[in-house]
């Protein structure tokens, strides 16, 4: 069932468009790996603050409350770059473990962002032990094998 | 130029790295990693200068305490990149896009000592406020541009097909 989804979607005309754009693939291309940059930077500067680096002298849970917004925009254009990649190469995607193992922790990553994560970081500080130090060391774990599965997609796959 | 690429290019370590199944995507998947680090830190950096974000963390407070985790990225990101040139120099010398990059990271580097030694020296006056001067906020501005510019032109490397014709006429790669 969810081969056929596949085929239906690397069918669909918007993927031979982009197939057959020469521009359209490095525009997005691009765009996904900008986005990137913004997401990882708004994650490291609150995972760091966790881990009891980086900008100590600000409070932790004014970091997270101003870089949330910034770190949700930036995967939203994360997606909206990435699904038009997707579509174009669906069958490549499909047959590549790394594109699965990328989206399972993609969801275990949201998941964990938005109920341990974001409790953690809005919590008063110096109330829950070690876990900020955890939390921030596997926010870091996830966000950066989400991008090493990214970048073997086109490489291994 | 073209000779030292050549001689790079028949250098058994560069050969053996060219040919080995596992050292191009370890290296480009660090380097892209790495990348993350350094520009993504740089981004917030800049944006802050701006006016964009963390409007309310002290100026002074990043080149402190982001900046050395900036720069271990940009040095493994160096390291990575130097290797990856390395390992097929004749692969980027023909291309624009490794040119432009390489001439992108130049201005952008030069724009980065610009402010530390002219703008950044008087950071004590606008440090708490709001208010950053303009040569600050031009230089966030520049700075954010030219690091987006390199992480384009990087990921562009891998377009061959699509240089400028202009580019293609002077036969450089040839």
Request: aromatic share 16%; charged share 10%.
């Given at each position: 069932?969810?081969?056929s989804?596949f085929v239906?979607?690397?069918?669909?005309?918007?993927?031979?468009w982009?197939?057959?754009?020469?521009?359209?693939?490095?525009?997005?291309?691009?765009?996904?790996?900008?986005a990137?940059?913004g997401?990882?930077?708004?994650?490291?500067?609150?995972?760091?603050r966790l881990?009891?680096r980086?900008?100590?002298?600000?409070?932790?849970?004014?970091?997270?409350r101003?870089l949330d917004?910034?770190?949700i925009?930036?995967f939203?254009?994360l997606?909206v770059?990435?699904a038009?990649?997707v579509?174009?190469t669906a069958?490549?995607q499909y047959?590549?473990?790394?594109?699965?193992?990328?989206?399972?922790?993609?969801?275990?990553?949201?998941?964990?962002?938005?109920t341990i994560r974001?409790?953690?970081?809005l919590?008063e500080?110096?109330?829950?032990g070690h876990w900020?130090?955890?939390?921030?060391f596997?926010s870091?774990g996830?966000?950066?094998s989400v991008s090493?599965?990214?970048?073997?997609?086109?490489?291994?796959? | 130029m073209r000779?030292?690429f050549?001689?790079?290019?028949?250098?058994p370590?560069?050969i053996?790295?060219?040919?080995?199944l596992?050292?191009?995507?370890t290296?480009?998947?660090?380097?892209?990693?790495?990348?993350c680090l350094?520009?993504?830190?740089?981004a917030?950096?800049?944006m802050?200068?701006?006016?964009?974000?963390?409007?309310?963390?002290p100026?002074?407070?990043?080149?402190?305490?982001?900046?050395?985790?900036?720069?271990?990225?940009y040095?493994?990101n160096?390291?990575?990149?130097?290797?990856?040139?390395?390992?097929?120099?004749m692969?980027y010398y023909?291309?624009f896009?490794?040119w432009?990059k390489?001439a992108l990271?130049l201005?952008?580097?030069?724009?980065?000592?610009?402010f530390?030694?002219?703008?950044?020296k008087?950071?004590q006056?606008w440090d708490?406020?709001?208010e950053?001067?303009?040569n600050?906020?031009l230089?966030?501005?520049?700075s954010?541009?030219?690091?987006?510019a390199?992480?384009?032109?990087?990921?562009?490397?891998?377009?061959?097909?699509l240089?400028?014709?202009?580019w293609n006429?002077l036969?450089?790669g040839a």
């Amino acid at each position: 069932m969810l081969q056929s989804f596949f085929v239906w979607m690397q069918g669909l005309p918007f993927s031979a468009w982009m197939l057959e754009e020469t521009w359209a693939s490095p525009i997005i291309q691009c765009a996904h790996l900008v986005a990137l940059v913004g997401f990882a930077g708004a994650v490291l500067v609150v995972d760091m603050r966790l881990l009891g680096r980086g900008l100590i002298k600000t409070p932790l849970n004014q970091l997270a409350r101003e870089l949330d917004r910034w770190m949700i925009w930036s995967f939203v254009a994360l997606f909206v770059t990435g699904a038009p990649q997707v579509l174009s190469t669906a069958l490549k995607q499909y047959y590549s473990p790394f594109f699965w193992w990328k989206m399972q922790i993609i969801v275990i990553g949201l998941l964990f962002n938005f109920t341990i994560r974001r409790r953690v970081a809005l919590a008063e500080e110096g109330t829950l032990g070690h876990w900020p130090k955890v939390v921030g060391f596997l926010s870091i774990g996830i966000w950066t094998s989400v991008s090493v599965y990214a970048r073997l997609i086109g490489l291994l796959s | 130029m073209r000779s030292l690429f050549e001689w790079v290019d028949a250098l058994p370590s560069s050969i053996a790295l060219r040919e080995s199944l596992n050292a191009y995507p370890t290296m480009l998947t660090i380097h892209v990693v790495s990348m993350c680090l350094f520009a993504g830190l740089i981004a917030y950096w800049d944006m802050r200068l701006i006016g964009f974000t963390l409007k309310k963390v002290p100026v002074s407070n990043i080149p402190t305490r982001l900046f050395p985790w900036a720069l271990t990225g940009y040095g493994i990101n160096l390291i990575t990149g130097a290797l990856l040139l390395y390992s097929q120099p004749m692969r980027y010398y023909g291309n624009f896009y490794f040119w432009a990059k390489m001439a992108l990271m130049l201005v952008a580097g030069i724009n980065m000592f610009w402010f530390h030694y002219a703008t950044y020296k008087s950071v004590q006056a606008w440090d708490q406020g709001r208010e950053i001067p303009l040569n600050a906020r031009l230089a966030g501005v520049v700075s954010l541009v030219l690091w987006a510019a390199v992480v384009v032109t990087g990921r562009m490397m891998a377009y061959s097909g699509l240089m400028p014709g202009w580019w293609n006429n002077l036969n450089i790669g040839a």
